[in-house]
């Protein structure tokens, strides 16, 4: 069995963007609408998570392979990085950061069919 040598690239610009707009779009809906902040303010994480879960799927929509694991990862990490950047270090911090990163690979790869159904023949 051999591997074949993954040559793919992601795009560094619209990978910061989705992730600095993931973790500012939270921010900017309870600031247009002030009052529903008293709802919005304990989910904001929770909405930064799945925004950066739709923009790694749209990031990938159209790629194949490794591309579509490496960009997942790369907007995962980037949400992640801002959100503690922004939030902070603290233990929740961390933790919704980790699970930025997993969402952000997950939403990519997930219902792609990338695995190979020949790596499961025995």
Do not use: K, Y
């Amino acid at each position: 069995m051999t591997t074949v040598p993954a040559t793919s690239r992601v795009a560094a610009v619209p990978v910061l963007l989705a992730g600095l707009g993931a973790q500012l779009a939270d921010d900017a809906v309870r600031f247009i609408f002030p009052p529903s902040g008293l709802v919005i303010a304990p989910l904001s994480g929770l909405i930064a998570i799945l925004l950066t879960a739709v923009a790694a799927r749209a990031l990938t929509t159209g790629h194949s392979g490794a591309t579509v694991a490496r960009t997942g990862l790369a907007v995962g990490l980037t949400s992640a990085v801002i959100g503690l950047i922004i939030g902070g270090l603290g233990i929740i911090a961390i933790l919704l950061a980790v699970v930025t990163v997993v969402v952000g690979v997950g939403a990519a790869v997930a219902g792609r069919g990338l695995a190979s159904r020949e790596a499961f023949d025995v």
